[in-house]
C-alpha cells in the first residue's frame, strides 16, 4: 500500500437545514447539526483531504455536493492506517443515524446504509 494512503473521517458541522442536490442521489434533506463522513485513500490521502476543503473543485463524489453549501464547515479531520475494509468498519463504529441511504457508500461492498452519519445537534 501507498504510503501516502489511509481511512479518514470529516467531521462537519451544518449550521442550518438544507435539502440539496447530490449528484445521482437527487434531492436529500438533511438537518442542522454535526455529521461525520468516512473516507479512504489508496494514495494520495493528503490531496484527497485538501481537495475537501476546497470550495473550487469540480463536484464528484457525494461529500462535494454537500460541502458546496456555504453552511456546511469541515471542523477537524481524523486520519487512520489503511486496511481493507476498515473504512466500512470504521463507519460501523459510529453512533448515529444515516440520513440518506448510499451516501459515500455508492461502491460499498460490505452493506452500508451510508459512509456518512448525522451524530446530532
Not at 41 to 49: D, F, H, S, V
Not at 72 to 77: D, G, H, L, M, W
Not at 95 to 121: I, L, Y
Amino acid at each position: 500500500m501507498a504510503e501516502n494512503s489511509g481511512l479518514y473521517q470529516l467531521h462537519i458541522t451544518l449550521s442550518d437545514t438544507e435539502t440539496l442536490e447530490i449528484g445521482r442521489l437527487g434531492s436529500c434533506s438533511f438537518p442542522k447539526g454535526k455529521y461525520i463522513y468516512t473516507g479512504s485513500a489508496k494514495r494520495g490521502l493528503n490531496a484527497r483531504i485538501e481537495r475537501h476543503k476546497r470550495n473550487d473543485k469540480k463536484l464528484h463524489w457525494h461529500i462535494d455536493y454537500f460541502l458546496a453549501t456555504e453552511t456546511a464547515k469541515i471542523t477537524s479531520v481524523e486520519i487512520f492506517k489503511f486496511h481493507e475494509d476498515g473504512e466500512c468498519v470504521l463507519n460501523q463504529s459510529i453512533e448515529g443515524k444515516h440520513v440518506v441511504n448510499g451516501f459515500g457508500a455508492s461502491d460499498c461492498r460490505n452493506g452500508c446504509k451510508s459512509h456518512f452519519v448525522f451524530v446530532g445537534k
